[in-house]
């Protein structure tokens, strides 16, 4: 029989009290002092961290975290399949990536039932374009689970770009490249500004929509927002494929205030 149990926030299941603790947190766009206290206190204080990475890559979560670990703190990598070499739309993605996340779900779930508590590292917020979320699917209906927002990796690069983005009852839409070309052209049609995320080889695509809109001179790129490389550029200069951590900022604001 368990000992207790706990009831935490919009959960509706029971816990057992002698499983650990989830939390998941968001450690912002990449800048470590951009970190929330609330999260830096929870990081200290980890007994188990978990992070993502590419292969042969820290992860960019664990960098940006990484001073504030403890040093007695185990470490959990989950090192990704593959991160821009299959199509999304490729069957082989779908099958792998979901066997990644179960088996990703299956190490931190075995250290929970210990009754240990793990930390899940996520850049940006966790539930925006976060692959945390996916451990979340698979683990928050069976342990206890508490979320740390972060700083998003959007407000990382406007601010970094010093370009205000929208005001008044402006529209703020988030694109991600992926889309088709003509689906991006369609939904550019309502709304005022713009964030255009996933870039990577879909800046050729991008280059085409914004040109066709006459919108390419007042966007602007920003690529490793916040982190000591970032590059802040026009977009006509920006390069025809982008690293992972970029985006492309289409700011509103055309009404008068």
Known sequence: MPVGFS?????????KTMTGKLVIIGVGPGDPELLTVKAARHIASAPIIAYFCAANCAGRAYRTAKHYIGPDAHLLQFVYPFTTGVAVTDTR???EIREFYDHCAREMAACLDEGRDVTLLCEGDPFLYGSAMYLHDRLAGRYESEIVPGVTGMSGCWSAARLPMVHGDDILTVLPCTLS?????????AGD???FMKLGRNMPKLR??????????????????SRPQQRIVPFPQAPERAPYFSMVLLPGRKRVR
């Open 193 to 195: 500004a713009f964030v």
């Open 208 to 225: 085409r929509v914004l040109t066709a809109l006459g919108l390419a001179a007042s966007a602007i790129y920003v690529e490793h927002g």
């Open 93 to 95: 993605y779908t099958r």
């Open 181 to 189: 070309e003509a689906r991006l052209h369609q939904l550019m049609q």
């Open 7 to 15: 009831k935490i926030g919009t959960n509706l299941g029971r816990f």
